[in-house]
């Protein structure tokens, strides 16, 4: 539920979007392992039970202890073709709205990959988000098919790295998180159509890759916001969206609910008169009222512009102390315009 909002106290803001609906979220996938046999190959029953829809040219075996100190999936090439597994969504489901979230742990030894988050095949339409290793150079890569490289580091074999992609598809970019620290923000994705979405994995076949990949805790969220499209886009042709807020500006908050950090895409659209040329800024608050963190401030707009962006917020306060489990409230101000979204903290 929007509101306009001018000349109110924030605590009216706060009893206001409290009355109306949470940011629903639903999972899609949940992939964790821990109920298969040890040293069992995984089946091919789907998300329902936590499995892939489909494995070609690999091994998929369920393995116990190191690197995870748990239960795992271990994929191993076994060709002399590039192998793919493949983890579908509940109910095939197609994503091309709200902020789709993707995490799962991820150890690599020498072996050459990548991972895709859509059926999309690389090259054919849209630009969707690539995870590379290469055993070569022994780095990880986060690109655009094609485009430009988003973040490069060097990577420790068989090293658990924990990743989550948070895909904002109402302003097609991602943020990319490792380990909890975002590295990536604001990486540009374009997917033509709306498409099935599904987790692949994708091992190369090079005589220098020899080694195996260790997978676990994969899990795919969908927060359907209350918004959709940038200010300017096709949505906006005929005249305000019917979701958007009707301060003309666009606020995302995933993954809600969260366990530490979370990511906030923001938009502003044109601006009115009385905003035009006004400052932005974006702060967290308690459900007092009170201001927890100011994330963002300062970016002045051209009269009559647009921009957009990303930040991010760690749970914590100004002064780098953890806050408790709880609701908050992301607020962005920009002139004489604000929206405000409901966040869930969960410890």
């Known amino acids: ?15 206001a979007i409290s009355a109306g609906s949470a940011i629903a979220t639903t999972t899609l996938l949940d992939a964790d392992f821990q109920a298969h046999t040890v040293d ?18 690999m091994d998929a075996i369920i393995k116990n202890g190191v690197p995870f100190g748990s239960k795992y999936l271990q994929l191993r090439d076994r060709s002399t073709l590039n192998e793919t597994i493949r983890f579908g969504f509940l109910n095939e489901a197609k994503v091309d709205t709200g902020t789709l979230s993707i995490s799962f742990d991820l150890a690599v030894g020498n072996q050459d990959l990548f991972m895709t988050f859509s059926n999309q095949i690389p090259g054919q339409g849209g630009s969707p988000i690539l995870l590379r290793f290469d055993a070569d150079s022994d780095s990880m890569e986060i690109t655009g098919n094609g485009g430009p490289v988003h973040y490069a580091a060097p990577y420790v074999e068989q090293q658990v790295y924990s990743f989550r992609f948070d895909f904002f598809h109402d ?9 909890a620290v975002p590295w990536v923000t604001g990486a540009p994705f374009n997917d033509t159509t709306p498409m099935t979405a599904e987790v692949a994995i994708t091992l190369l076949n090079d005589p220098d890759s020899t080694g195996v990949v260790g997978i676990d805790n994969i899990l795919a969220t969908i927060a359907e916001d209350e918004y959709v499209g940038v200010a300017g886009g096709a949505d906006d042709a005929g005249g305000a969206d019917a979701r958007s807020g009707s301060s003309g500006l666009h606020l995302a908050v995933g993954p809600n609910p969260t366990r ?26 308690d459900m007092s009222g009170r201001l927890v963190r100011e994330l963002a401030s300062g970016s002045p707009l051209a009269a009559g512009g647009t921009a957009h962006g990303t ?13 408790p489990s709880g609701v908050y409230f992301v607020r962005l101000d920009s002139g004489d315009r604000t929206e405000t979204r409901r966040l869930s903290l969960v410890r």
């Open 1 to 15: 539920m929007h509101r306009l909002i001018r000349s109110v106290s924030l605590i009216t803001v706060i009893l």
């Open 40 to 57: 069992d190959p995984i089946g091919t029953g789907g998300p329902t039970v936590g499995e892939p829809i489909a494995i070609t040219n």
């Open 171 to 179: 302003f097609d970019f991602c943020d990319v998180y490792i380990d």
């Open 260 to 285: 530490g950090a979370t990511g906030i895409a923001w938009a502003l659209g044109t601006g009115s008169a009385g905003s035009a040329g006004g400052v932005a800024s974006i702060a967290v608050y």
């Open 311 to 323: 930040a991010h917020w760690d749970g914590r306060d100004a002064g780098g102390r953890r806050v």
